[in-house]
């Protein structure tokens, strides 16, 4: 198909349309209600659902009942307006059904603003409702990937019966770009052997719950949620590499940051600097092992985010003090410029900062300063 000139909130929007999104429940916050806007135009002409619900806590319980169906259900949302589906969420995650998630993130923490951040990083990969489960989570940085992650992000959870969320921040969900839309994918007709659809035909009666009465039953049905995460651990990572063949410096980020950091990098490539750009596509679940085997051969590492520092514990993790990791960060909804990162390059190869001590404290020291 042609490439058209799309905004990332209704490129996804459009893209899930042609996944095969049946069912979609929402409700609108700032800066993804171009998303839930377009939809509710474009459902009802494809003969689908949309509704638009009294609040998030609705939305996400009416997405827990059609999910349960077996149907493609969505709904999309903002920082605040995630925290308030938690609860939703980890009923969805115990029921082991599965259900797309986009989170388009604002500046926080409380009601913030509407400008774009990466601060839900740890409310999506770490944090969520409560109990032992896991989300699979897609960090698209253009509005391509954004079209090509949705799609997939319907296919991964059907495939592991999960959460799966297409993380991104204001910036993309507003921002235009050449893009290309897939081909309508034909609705589905057979539904799983887990869907609750009615008992015609005399057939044995199903039952979808989160509630295990039995500590011995809830047991085993955490083993089993677990054991398929290990699955998706195997099977989903997925990464962007950029000038690593002689790297020996290291620029990450996910999503905006990632796209802005690799525009620093060309810049010093340009200088004659060995740099280059790592970007995970999961960041749930999280590469540990390509940032593991990395820091064994680097000689720095610069971790870009727009937060204080989420995905970096995530690194630092991997890296295990084997090289040094710096950190740059901003905050409130400001988006880092490639300048800016260029400076953290050079003091990353000039400077060659020790392995201990926390690069969020040398970070926020020279924040100060600045401030």
């Known amino acids: 198909m042609a490439r058209e000139l799309l905004k990332g909130n209704v490129a996804i929007a459009e893209a899930a349309i ?35 619900a009294e ?4 939305a996400i319980n009416m997405v827990y009942g059609a999910a349960c169906t077996g149907a493609r259900v969505m709904t999309s949302s903002s920082s605040p307006g995630i925290s308030l589906m938690l609860e939703g969420l980890s009923y969805i995650a115990g029921t082991e059904i599965p259900m797309v998630l986009v989170d388009v993130m604002r500046g926080g923490p409380g009601l913030g603003n509407i400008a774009p951040a990466q601060s839900d990083y740890n409310q999506i990969v770490h944090g969520g409702g409560h109990g032992d489960y896991h989300v699979i989570a897609l960090a698209p940085a253009n509005v391509q990937e954004a079209i090509d992650l949705t799609v997939l992000a319907f296919d991964l959870a059907e495939k592991y019966r999960s959460i799966a969320v297409v993380l991104i921040d204001g910036s993309l969900g507003q921002m235009m770009e050449p893009a290309e839309l897939p081909p309508f994918k034909p609705l589905a007709t057979q539904f799983p052997d887990w869907a609750v659809r009615g008992a015609d035909g005399g057939r044995e009666r199903r039952f979808l719950s989160s509630i295990y009465l039995s500590p011995p039953e809830e047991e085993k049905a955490n083993l089993r949620m677990l054991r398929r995460w290990k699955d998706v651990e195997a099977n989903e990572i997925r990464i962007k590499e950029y000038f690593m063949e002689d790297a020996k410096y290291v620029v990450t980020g996910f999503g905006s940051s990632g796209r802005v950091a690799l525009s620093a990098v060309r810049a010093a490539r340009a200088e004659g600097i060995p740099v280059g750009l790592l970007r995970p596509i999961t960041v749930s679940p999280f590469p540990y092992k390509v940032y593991e085997e990395l820091s064994k051969k680097v000689d720095g590492m610069l971790v870009v985010e727009m937060n204080t520092g989420q995905m970096l514990e995530d690194v630092l993790k991997a890296a295990q003090g084997r090289t040094p990791v710096e950190f740059y960060g901003r905050v409130g909804g400001i988006v880092p410029l490639p300048d800016e990162i260029l400076t953290e390059i050079h003091r990353m ?15 926020l020291d020279r924040m100060i300063k600045m401030n």
């Open 18 to 52: 042609r996944a095969g999104l049946t069912s979609y429940f929402g409700y609108p916050i700032t800066p993804q209600t171009e998303l839930l806007e377009y939809l509710s135009a474009r459902m009802p002409e494809e003969g689908r659902a949309f509704v638009q």
């Open 349 to 363: 190869v000039e400077e060659k900062p020790a392995v201990d001590g926390h690069p969020r404290d040398r970070w």
């Open 55 to 58: 609040s998030e806590l609705g």
